[in-house]
């Protein structure tokens, strides 16, 4: 025990420095590269209660991986037991060997190998004893488990709750199987010493016992323990060049995320710390839609990532929706749809614009101001709907965009068009502001989007159709029948998942339907999206047709969706009959419900006119 | 769909030539005698009524399929018949007069949902039971109106002063009168083209053809009625291809100073008077285009009404039928004795879809010769 | 040479044919395959919010009116022949940014 070394361990602590190197190397880069209000951010968060929640989320998503668990609980065992497991071999080993030793600042590869320099108690007696050999076999045990459901899900992913998994690199592959021979390396040479030394607990005494019936392991417990040096020091030279890089630099980001940083055209460095995050687990493969319909393109966001990280022009990058699905379905919260926004270049468009000056023309003003967007112009059902449906409620409102001269901006943002979005932004903020009302009311769930996210409007409220029509019921200002009928709800993207905007639809459809909608968050793409910009038509239908035949599976008498695209995409496509949810309300409506002696009053609805 | 018709002031007058048509208003002719085989027609419209003529008059026996309860189709809606303006009851007149024979059995209010061919046998079913039985088929299925609805932009059953070409054709045959929302004459009409042909967006690739000149037909018919009115057309290619169409063209222009735009337009939207605000592009002359009329009229195309017949499948996987050998007959590839006739097969005019019904007549004849072995 | 009598053409706009390059045209086609098709109906300029006629499909090449296009789409939903207008747009602004200047 006085000799704490073997040359094997310099395999091991070469490749080791590699991985250190570069990891010490690359936190530097990804704080360097942080723009000043986000450096700021993190100084602050390291001295408050966010590092703490960090903290507990580090070690429930990068060791636990709750997230997956929650989602697939086979796939999460399998992560769960590889990272939690491996974790506590190292905890243990290190506690054991400074027991042991004393010495706290000792060589990392002396708790490594550990059981080489100190083979422990003898077998069978110490075999089922509550002491650090029992402990150390029992999450040894846990990693092999992990590792079956691994070797499982690459050759049948379907077995372990996938229907897709990720397409390897080569030098992906190789890092793989330097992975997925550590640990039955491990076992092999503990094994064997244990075997030699007639020592070790259930897994490793046992079969270092079963060594020794058939053979003299004596002779084998260098030669195995060089090889599992060998396997760890490849494994961690390759590390930083492969998706298992993602190991040490997913706590950083969930740190960095916790003191409020995101990503920005700014802050470059922390858009390389989230591809780097990434562990390409292949969990946006099942999310995207387009796996369906464009089998074999790289277009999800695990290879965009990989792509960006190594370089190379991310493949398929304007066919992508931008829907989202993948990013709410991440379990380690990479950023994917603001890395792809910012990953589209700016060309140029729209930055020629001048766009009419409209309201205000003679000091007149108004409680709500209606920005019916571009799409809605095509879908002149929803206009008419919230025309009868403000006319009934009796409110002082105004159509901004009337004669459909107007846009919110989003859709050159979704096209990579920033400045020009900008500066459209800036117009209209000015135009709002003049009118003097209190609300804006908007039909489209993409002007929505960018209006309640960007847009700075003191003294505005924003509010899509769908909350506006919620909020008029609730306060008895319109009443609606029930119709009677069935219906199946389709969340707009950037309405339900983009904008968090879900209660509202549920409310206002629950009140027409007797179907018991319950908007998740978790809706499907129509496939009309302005983010797939290069994605031709019949792509665009197939998706459509794809998210058609999931929603209407229970057969309902009607389909409500919340934005005018999203109709206009499932029209065609569908045989039952598709609304807008102002529209199924303006159909309903009961007349004579709205206040008269109210109607010419400023303070309609409680919004006040801002001054 | 009945539209509401504010603006429309009703004038309903009998129409003389359809006085009296019923089923028993005509001499029967032919002598009965007694036939040993059977052909059914599906389909009263003009083709339908040629092809049934036409086989009783080579003495075989008809039976005749026709979901409404009265035959004659769509020809009973319409007005006056291009190119000649021939009103379309002279047509029925000159059609139906070969229906009243002791070979034709006619089976009205009966919708034929599906034929099914078994051993040279064919049955005829409705929804949920078997109506009858035949040697050989005729289908004249006709075709259905494009659903307007389907392009929203244009804001048809939305906007009150937009209707489609049928509607007006009604209006025509009605003899009501088209004002504008004060009540007068109105100032401006545009007619849009290809509305539910040609368009991708919603799935019909194929043209129409005869939406182009019943534009034209209809343009002048208002300017006839209303002198003072600008009639606009927004075509995006005219095909004017029968005969006396050109000419029919040459005349709006000349004669009645209709104007044609080559243009698509985009999208429709109403003002506070209720007018419609039209949005296109002249792109002769590359400048968008905006103008406001008192009506917009949807020239809708012709969607198929045929296959969901022949195969039992739903509305959805509607199209036309192919023939098997489209260019001389009309015989329907592995159904043999089912014959096509009329705009089941294609958009046909009246003319074209006459011919196509006696043709699958004599088809038809020549079928059940060849396969009763009689080689005359 | 100028006339000595009747009329003098100043503005020739006459498109030579035998003289055209479709080289930037061709290689847009490359990528966006559907603008082909194009029948110019001109229902995308008849519904374009910027109302200025921004697209013109009768020849891909740059046009300074591009740079007011607002990306919103419509076009993309109006077009007859189901042209993918949008990334048609963005695509002869990439070939332009990528050649500086108008093939």
């Known amino acids: 025990m006085e000799k704490l070394f073997d040359p094997f361990v310099l395999l091991f602590t070469a490749g080791f420095s590699v991985t250190g190197i570069w990891f010490i190397y690359k936190v530097y880069r990804w704080l360097a590269g942080l723009s000043s209000a986000d450096r700021s951010l993190v100084f602050h968060g390291v001295f408050s209660a966010r590092l703490w929640k960090a903290l507990i989320e580090t070690i429930s998503e990068s060791l636990i991986h709750r997230k997956v668990f929650s989602r697939n609980p086979r796939l999460g065992y399998m992560h769960m037991s590889l990272a939690f497991g491996w974790f506590m071999l190292i905890l243990i080993g290190n506690i054991e060997s400074t027991w042991y030793t004393g010495d706290l600042f000792k060589p990392i590869y002396v708790s490594v190998f550990w059981r080489f320099f100190d083979p422990g108690p003898a077998f069978p007696r110490a075999a089922w004893q509550p002491g650090f050999a029992f402990i150390m076999d029992l999450f040894l045990l846990l990693v092999l488990s992990g590792l079956l459901f691994a070797i499982v899900k690459r050759f049948r992913s379907r077995l372990v709750g996938l229907k897709r998994t990720t397409r390897q690199q080569p030098v992906d592959r190789l890092a793989l199987t330097a992975l997925w021979l550590i640990f039955p390396a491990r076992l092999i040479a503990e094994s064997m010493t244990c075997g030699a030394h007639g020592t070790g607990s259930f897994l490793t005494g046992t079969l270092g016992h079963l060594f020794s019936f058939a053979f003299s392991p004596s002779p084998l417990v260098l030669p195995t323990w060089w090889f599992y040096s060998f396997i760890l020091s490849s494994f961690f030279f390759l590390l930083p060049f492969t998706r298992y890089a993602h190991i040490p630099s997913e706590p950083v980001l969930i740190f960095l995320r916790r003191f409020g940083v995101r990503v920005s055209i700014e802050s470059p460095s922390f858009t390389d710390l989230n591809l780097h995050a990434c562990s390409s687990c292949g969990i946006c493969l099942d999310a995207c839609q387009l796996s369906e319909v464009m089998p074999g393109k790289q277009v999800q966001s695990n290879y965009f990532n990989r792509a960006l990280r190594n370089g190379a022009n991310p493949p398929h990058q304007w066919d992508c929706l931008l829907c989202g699905r993948c990013g709410s379905a991440c379990p380690v919260g990479v950023e994917l749809i603001p890395i792809r926004q910012l990953q589209r270049p700016d060309t140029g468009i729209g930055r020629g614009l001048q766009l009419p000056g409209l309201v205000g023309k003679n000091g007149h003003k108004v409680t709500i101001l209606y920005f019916a967007g571009c799409m809605t112009h095509l879908t002149p059902g929803i206009i008419s709907s919230m025309r009868k449906i403000f006319d009934q409620s009796g409110a002082s409102w105004h159509f901004f965009d009337a004669d459909g001269q107007n846009c919110c901006g989003r859709p050159l943002k979704l096209a990579g068009q920033t400045q020009a979005a900008s500066e459209l932004k800036k117009k209209l903020e000015q135009d709002f502001l003049r009118s003097g009302a209190g609300l804006l009311v908007t039909s489209c769930p993409i002007c929505f989007r960018i209006f309640n996210e960007e847009y700075r409007l003191p003294g505005m409220r924003v509010l899509h159709h769908s909350q506006y029509i919620s909020e008029l019921l609730e306060w008895k200002r319109i009443k609606v029948g029930p119709s009677g009928l069935s219906a199946a709800y389709h969340e707009p993207c950037e309405l339900g998942r983009g904008s968090g905007i879900l209660v509202e639809p549920g409310l206002v459809i629950r009140s027409l339907f007797h179907s018991d909608v319950t908007p998740s968050g978790e809706g499907l793409c129509c496939g009309g999206s302005l983010g797939g910009v290069a994605l031709e038509p019949e792509v665009r239908k197939a998706v459509a047709r794809g998210a058609a035949e999931q929603l209407t599976v229970n057969h309902p008498d009607v389909l409500i969706t919340a934005c005018p695209l999203c109709k206009k995409t499932f029209k065609p496509v569908t045989s039952i009959p598709v609304q807008d949810i102002a529209e199924a309300t303006a159909h309903y409506l009961i007349a004579g419900s709205s206040m008269p002696e109210r109607r010419k009053s400023t303070k309609v609805l409680g919004y006040e006119i801002n001054k | 769909m009945p539209r509401e018709k504010p603006y429309i002031k009703s004038n309903r007058q009998e129409i003389p030539a359809f006085a009296g048509m019923t089923s028993d208003a005509q001499p029967v002719t032919g002598n009965r005698q007694p036939v040993t085989v059977r052909v059914a027609v599906v389909g009263g419209g003009p083709a339908g009524m040629a092809a049934v003529g036409a086989l009783a008059a080579m003495h075989i026996g008809v039976d005749w399929y026709e979901k409404e309860d009265r035959v004659g189709g769509k020809l ?124 991708e967006q919603v799935g019909v690739s194929y043209c129409s053809r005869l939406c182009c000149i019943t534009g034209i037909k209809q343009a002048i018919q208002i300017r006839r009625e209303y002198r003072e009115t600008r009639v606009y057309n927004f075509y995006i290619d005219m095909r004017a291809f029968g005969r006396g169409y050109e000419e029919l063209y040459r005349e709006a222009q000349e004669n009645h100073g209709v104007r044609f735009i080559r243009g698509r337009v985009s999208e429709a939207s109403e003002d506070e008077q209720g007018r419609i605000r039209v949005k296109a592009e002249d792109t002769l002359m590359s400048r968008p285009i905006k103008l406001t009329v008192d009506w917009l009229v949807l020239l809708i195309g012709m969607s198929p009404s045929c296959s969901a017949v022949l195969s039992g499948k739903g509305e959805r996987e509607k199209s036309f039928t192919n023939a098997e050998n489209p260019l001389t007959g009309s015989a329907v590839k592995g159904q043999p004795g089912v014959f096509l006739a009329g705009c089941c097969a294609g958009p046909m005019s009246i003319p074209e879809s006459v011919a196509s019904g006696r043709s699958a007549a004599v088809q038809a004849a020549e079928y059940l010769n060849k396969k009763n072995g009689n080689s005359e | 040479m100028k006339t000595k009598f009747g009329f003098d053409i100043h503005d020739n706009r006459q498109i030579d044919l035998d003289l055209e390059d479709t080289r930037f045209a061709d290689e847009v086609a490359v990528v966006v395959k559907s603008w082909k098709a194009c029948m110019k109906c001109g229902a995308c300029v008849g519904t374009c919010p910027v109302g200025k006629g921004v697209l013109n499909l009768t020849g891909i090449n740059y046009q300074p009116a591009l740079t007011t296009c607002l990306m919103c789409g419509k076009c993309l939903l109006v077009c007859p022949r189901g042209i993918n207008t949008r990334h048609l747009i963005l695509e002869v602004m990439n070939k332009y940014r990528e050649y500086g200047k108008a093939v």
């Open chain 2, 76 to 199: 009973n809606n319409y007005h006056q018949l291009f190119p000649d303006r021939v009103p379309a009851s002279e047509a029925f007149g000159q059609l139906v007069k070969g229906t009243y024979h002791n070979h034709i059995d006619r089976h009205l209010g009966k919708a034929i949902t599906s034929v099914g061919v078994n051993a040279g046998r064919i049955s005829l079913n409705g929804k949920d039971h078997k109506i009858g039985e035949a040697d050989a088929v005729i289908l004249a299925t006709g075709f259905d109106f494009f659903d307007a609805r389907h392009k929203e932009e244009f804001g048809y059953g939305i906007y009150k002063h937009v209707i489609t070409s049928a509607d007006l054709e009604t209006v025509f045959a009605d003899g009501d009168k088209l004002l504008n929302v004060n009540g007068s004459a109105p100032a401006s009409v545009a007619f849009v083209h290809c509305v539910g042909s040609r368009d």
